[in-house]
């Protein structure tokens, strides 16, 4: 049986099943014939329509002026869409300033995270840096050790790139069975934006890296000194200086003004309020990389360096806070990733495992990108196990859990790609579950 | 002469010469070596960084827990960038309600325009529609007429794609001349997204158009009842029925909770708030194009139906509102589209046309989409006359002003694609200027 992820102090799980209800009194009238619709509204009820709104009446929209302009410079979401927004378990973490939040993957869809929803993590709270004094140094084992302005930075050639990011405890409390109920908490700690940046090959060619430097440590400017190392090579390949994210400058909570790209790689190494590049010749075994973010095994050694996101995929609809609404047609989405690559295929079971089909997958398909997969499925109000499996280029298969608790044991929170469970009952609720 | 974009009410220009003497200060150290960046601030200016927080101090922020992650449960931007804004002209229009408001090109990068930040046009204000009280109705020339509710919509199988939308008002003031002093200004009505949708076809068949079904009527909800007449071959071929941008719900001022994608074709088309589609054997020939969006050519005709948004560009930066800030390495960087497919080339001039070279693009190309352009370039401190031309896909070249007008004379505002020219002068301050 899963917990409620908001015990104690918040209403998510109430508010799921309230939603529940009053959207399926909604849906009981798809699609209907011109004329039909407002006959099936149960006039009085606050969560159904307005019988006054629905064809052939002119709604009340269409006979008044709305909004100019000038009302939101920069805008917001719509107000009925409040429920949209970053969530966090209390009990989780101690702290507000060492915490996380998390994406609500059920209320999206496309690849694309809005800014205001990507997922927070920080360890002494987000920084606000004030750009005219923000500063980068690269040092340690390099011919020229360099201060970079913000201004400096956006003179290198840029580059554009869609990018996810994991945080290494994505699933965390999956480890031990069905722990969270809502997709938000059991893989929210993702998000997928473009970010405009320059390669950190760039800076390093600048400096000039001398022929024993092997490593680099990049630091944080933020209150916890967020500090861990990179190898050189990766840093080489592929690793960014991002300055903007979905166009617009970095959000404060995700670096502003600079963060570091290590694309994926465990999100921990992407440091935010980036402050300084050190090249070195070995790891620096900073506590970030030794007390935090390693894998603790059965056998009591810990698993250490574990840089790479291995291939993952979630079903984000349905799911607990995203119930199926009626009989039907309907459709199944989620998303995959891969941090070796491109994701190649999806496969998807709706009945525990018996019986797998190929996902539809649409939009782009990128290199180490969130990837938008769906089956478009009839449903008469069956009981469904679902599941969904990814395959990326390198011919990585998406693990169960227990494959992977055999391997790496329960003692840790960590690079838990496991294959996840939802139970469908044939209300159209929906549950974290595990099968065997 | 170029007009300033703001007269009377706003203080557009006076904030962007500011910025630009402040942040030439700021550039004047740039790439120093370490320790030395702090000998060249400006103590005691506001403008200029704060000595105590450059290296090798220890700044503010690293001191000081920053805000934790339950602060914002919909994020916002940086307190620094409250610059970043969508702006109005308001000597344009009339009223606050049937008016328009232009994206900041000049601050973004990459193909993504924020959500917040998407220029608006309407014609009666953003209308607010309840969700549940949402109805989409196909009527007409279909052998079973039908209604939607929001939730019927989102049963159909879905597709991502990434369109521009350009108004086809963009860059209008300028048939006449230089008019406007921005990038914001002169070419600021459009913006790119990723919009999950439901293909329009896909209703249509629901719906079985007759035989002598040709055209569609799309209406939308607003009180300003926006009519478009669209071919029924468009309509069949990529249009879009979209609930979600960038991910997240549509947002109010652009058409929550349904708006039509008209890929390729003028602004105005894609009809926000959409409520009824009308299936015909011929245009409607509504007001929205025969009073307005057509284009009176000097001989006294009107050029109507003009629905391609042709191949286009502009450099963003530098441009009036973000100048040259230093001498020494620099990044050009601008946008091109084109309303007839992919962008296959853009050339970029640096003294007024007598040398072009081919610019960078870097980032995705896709059909109907934005595209990113760079031109590294080294900045000695010379006079610059700034353009850049697109070409797509189809061989088609975007022409010069002049050549414009040639064909069409100044009589209207709309379909302006000319190539933009910006005068950099050895300042750095930038300007709207026209060469023959």
Same mark, same amino acid.
């Given at each position: 049986?899963?917990?409620?992820?908001?015990?104690?102090?918040?209403?998510?799980?109430?508010?799921?099943?309230?939603?529940?209800?009053?959207?399926?009194?909604?849906?009981?009238?798809?699609?209907?014939?011109?004329?039909?619709?407002?006959?099936?509204?149960?006039?009085?009820?606050?969560?159904?329509?307005?019988?006054?709104?629905?064809?052939?009446?002119?709604?009340?929209?269409?006979?008044?002026?709305?909004?100019?302009?000038?009302?939101?410079?920069?805008?917001?979401?719509?107000?009925?869409?409040?429920?949209?927004?970053?969530?966090?378990?209390?009990?989780?973490?101690?702290?507000?300033?060492?915490?996380?939040?998390?994406?609500?993957?059920?209320?999206?869809?496309?690849?694309?995270?809005?800014?205001?929803?990507?997922?927070?993590?920080?360890?002494?709270?987000?920084?606000?840096?004030?750009?005219?004094?923000?500063?980068?140094?690269?040092?340690?084992?390099?011919?020229?050790?360099?201060?970079?302005?913000?201004?400096?930075?956006?003179?290198?050639?840029?580059?554009?790139?869609?990018?996810?990011?994991?945080?290494?405890?994505?699933?965390?409390?999956?480890?031990?069975?069905? %722990?969270?109920?809502?997709?938000?908490?059991?893989?929210?700690?993702?998000?997928?934006?473009?970010?405009?940046?320059?390669?950190?090959?760039?800076?390093?060619?600048?400096?000039?890296?001398?022929?024993?430097?092997?490593?680099?440590?990049?630091?944080?400017?933020?209150?916890?000194?967020?500090?861990?190392?990179?190898?050189?090579?990766?840093?080489?390949?592929?690793?960014?200086?991002?300055?903007?994210?979905?166009?617009?400058?970095?959000?404060?909570?995700?670096?502003?003004?600079?963060?570091?790209?290590?694309?994926?790689?465990?999100?921990?190494?992407?440091?935010?309020?980036?402050?300084?590049?050190?090249?070195?010749?070995?790891?620096?075994?900073?506590?970030?990389?030794?007390?935090?973010?390693?894998?603790?095994?059965?056998?009591?050694?810990?698993?250490?360096?574990?840089?790479?996101?291995?291939?993952?995929?979630?079903?984000?609809?349905?799911?607990?806070?995203?119930?199926?609404?009626?009989?039907?047609?309907?459709?199944?989405?989620?998303?995959?990733?891969?941090?070796?690559?491109?994701?190649?295929?999806?496969?998807?079971?709706?009945?525990?495992?018996?019986?797998?089909?190929?996902?539809?997958?649409?939009?782009?398909?990128?290199?180490?990108?969130?990837?938008?997969?769906?089956?478009?499925?009839?449903?008469?109000?069956?009981?469904?196990?679902?599941?969904?499996?990814?395959?990326?280029?390198?011919?990585?298969? %998406?693990?169960?859990?227990?494959?992977?608790?055999?391997?790496?044991?329960?003692?840790?929170?960590?690079?838990?790609?496991?294959?996840?469970?939802?139970?469908?009952?044939?209300?159209?609720?929906?549950?974290?579950?595990?099968?065997?």
């Amino acid at each position: 049986m899963t917990k409620s992820p908001s015990e104690p102090g918040s209403d998510v799980t109430t508010t799921s099943r309230r939603k529940f209800m009053t959207s399926t009194l909604a849906g009981g009238m798809a699609m209907t014939g011109v004329g039909r619709a407002s006959a099936q509204q149960k006039p009085g009820s606050a969560a159904v329509a307005n019988p006054k709104n629905l064809p052939p009446n002119v709604p009340d929209w269409s006979k008044v002026l709305g909004d100019g302009v000038a009302a939101h410079p920069y805008g917001k979401p719509s107000k009925f869409e409040k429920h949209v927004v970053r969530r966090d378990v209390e009990w989780l973490t101690a702290s507000r300033e060492s915490s996380v939040n998390f994406t609500p993957l059920h209320e999206l869809d496309g690849i694309i995270t809005p800014n205001g929803l990507c997922f927070e993590r920080h360890h002494g709270g987000a920084a606000e840096i004030k750009p005219l004094d923000y500063r980068l140094m690269i040092h340690g084992l390099v011919n020229k050790p360099l201060i970079f302005t913000l201004d400096d930075l956006k003179r290198f050639p840029r580059t554009n790139r869609i990018h996810f990011l994991e945080c290494a405890a994505n699933s965390g409390m999956e480890w031990r069975g069905a %722990q969270l109920n809502g997709c938000q908490f059991t893989h929210g700690m993702v998000h997928n934006v473009m970010y405009t940046a320059v390669p950190l090959k760039a800076l390093l060619e600048e400096a000039g890296v001398k022929p024993n430097g092997k490593w680099l440590l990049a630091e944080g400017a933020d209150a916890a000194g967020m500090t861990r190392s990179i190898p050189l090579d990766k840093a080489l390949n592929d690793c960014l200086i991002a300055f903007k994210m979905n166009g617009e400058a970095l959000r404060t909570e995700q670096g502003y003004p600079v963060r570091l790209v290590v694309p994926g790689w465990e999100g921990n190494m992407w440091v935010k309020w980036l402050r300084r590049i050190e090249v070195g010749d070995q790891p620096w075994h900073t506590h970030e990389e030794t007390s935090k973010y390693t894998s603790l095994m059965s056998d009591g050694r810990a698993r250490r360096f574990s840089f790479i996101m291995d291939a993952k995929s979630v079903v984000t609809n349905p799911s607990p806070e995203a119930p199926l609404l009626a009989k039907g047609r309907n459709v199944l989405s989620g998303l995959a990733w891969s941090g070796r690559g491109k994701v190649t295929r999806v496969d998807v079971t709706m009945d525990g495992g018996r019986n797998w089909q190929e996902a539809r997958i649409d939009g782009l398909v990128l290199d180490k990108s969130l990837t938008r997969f769906y089956v478009d499925f009839d449903w008469q109000g069956q009981e469904l196990v679902i599941q969904s499996r990814a395959h990326d280029e390198t011919g990585y298969v %998406q693990p169960t859990k227990n494959e992977l608790r055999k391997v790496r044991g329960v003692n840790n929170i960590y690079h838990n790609n496991g294959i996840q469970t939802w139970l469908v009952r044939s209300n159209g609720e929906t549950e974290n579950v595990e099968i065997s």
